[in-house]
């Protein structure tokens, strides 16, 4: 069993920063895409961002680009999403989240095998 736990959400003001951490229980954690979805009340879960295996490749919807940045600590079996800028509509339940088949980027919820619990981001205006 993978085991995802996220940390690092909570309540900012608009133009305010977060930074949120993913650390996972698997050794084979070098060889996943990770992932960030987000999810609002009442809407569908939203790809946010990616990163390869090797941190090389990271890939972000349009909304966050210049905003969020995806990193990974292999060392550390660590993913994190620094967030600058944050609007009101940032405002989710962030979920990381583990792509298992280690051949590219996954820009789909049924891509990855395995998902955190979510924490909650809440940007205020």
């Known amino acids: 069993q993978v085991q995802l736990v996220e940390s690092g959400g909570g309540l900012v003001q608009a133009g305010g920063s977060l930074r949120l951490s993913c650390a996972a229980s698997?050794?084979?954690?070098?060889?996943?895409?990770m992932g960030w979805f987000r999810q609002a009340p009442g809407k569908e879960r939203e790809f946010v961002a990616c990163?390869?295996?090797?941190?090389?490749?990271?890939d972000y919807t349009d909304s966050v680009k210049g905003r969020f940045t995806i990193s990974r600590d292999n060392a550390k079996n660590t993913v994190y999403q620094q967030m600058n800028s944050l609007r009101p509509e940032d405002t989710a339940v962030y979920y990381c989240?583990?792509?298992?088949?280690?051949?590219?980027?996954?820009?789909?919820?049924?891509?990855?095998?395995?998902w955190g619990q979510g924490t909650q981001v809440t940007v205020s205006s």
């Open positions: 698997t050794r084979t954690f070098s060889n996943y895409v």
């Open positions: 989240a583990a792509d298992s088949r280690g051949y590219g980027l996954a820009y789909m919820t049924y891509q990855y095998d395995y």
């Open positions: 990163i390869s295996w090797s941190g090389s490749s990271t």
